[in-house]
């Protein structure tokens, strides 16, 4: 059972992943991945009527938009596996930022952290081309957690390529 404030943090996630859902599902070109006054509108209007209108009456606020954030992070990146430690660092330092930002209408950090996770997943990608030419070693006997909903983000690039090995 969702209480109201999982429910007011999943309805600000669903905010900010709106403009970026049409972003992704048109394809338009990197440069032209940005909110644009639509998105701004409905996400000043949000931040306006979720304090007042849910049930909850739970308002926009830092802790709000960390929640916000988390379910954001997770939602692009559920297996911790595309996103680096240092991605995820640098996206919480704007999280005090997020609910302020969203008041003014401003979603430009939902579309950065985007255009990140878009790079991680091309630069994912060619690595698995290069590890499937490469040929496997399958004498080695190794392990791979499939479930990493909890697992720490890699730390580095060899982690993470460690990682990804295993995985493929």
């Given at each position: 059972?969702?209480?109201?404030?999982?429910?007011?943090?999943?309805v600000?996630?669903?905010?900010?992943?709106?403009?970026?859902?049409?972003?992704?599902?048109?394809?338009?070109?990197?440069?032209?991945?940005?909110?644009?006054?639509?998105?701004?509108?409905?996400?000043?209007?949000?931040?306006?009527?979720?304090?007042?209108?849910?049930?909850?009456?739970?308002?926009?606020?830092?802790?709000?938009?960390?929640?916000?954030?988390?379910?954001?992070?997770?939602?692009?990146?559920?297996?911790?596996?595309?996103?680096?430690?240092?991605?995820?660092?640098?996206?919480?330092r704007?999280?005090?930022?997020?609910?302020?930002?969203?008041?003014?209408?401003?979603?430009?950090?939902?579309?950065?952290?985007?255009?990140?996770?878009?790079?991680?997943?091309?630069?994912?990608v060619?690595?698995?081309?290069?590890?499937?030419?490469?040929?496997?070693?399958?004498?080695?006997?190794?392990?791979?957690?499939?479930?990493?909903?909890?697992?720490?983000?890699?730390?580095?690039?060899?982690?993470?390529?460690?990682?990804?090995?295993?995985?493929?």
């Amino acid at each position: 059972m969702r209480t109201p404030s999982s429910t007011a943090r999943a309805v600000l996630t669903l905010a900010l992943l709106a403009g970026i859902a049409a972003a992704a599902v048109t394809n338009r070109p990197e440069r032209a991945l940005a909110a644009d006054e639509a998105h701004s509108r409905v996400a000043r209007e949000l931040a306006s009527m979720l304090p007042r209108m849910h049930l909850s009456r739970v308002p926009v606020d830092d802790r709000i938009a960390q929640s916000a954030l988390d379910l954001y992070l997770n939602s692009l990146d559920f297996d911790h596996v595309f996103f680096l430690a240092s991605d995820v660092t640098g996206f919480r330092r704007q999280a005090a930022e997020l609910d302020d930002q969203l008041k003014r209408g401003e979603l430009q950090v939902a579309f950065d952290i985007f255009k990140v996770f878009k790079q991680r997943v091309q630069d994912r990608v060619a690595y698995t081309e290069k590890l499937v030419g490469g040929g496997f070693d399958l004498k080695t006997s190794e392990r791979y957690a499939w479930k990493r909903k909890k697992a720490p983000w890699a730390t580095d690039q060899a982690q993470w390529d460690d990682l990804w090995r295993r995985r493929i």
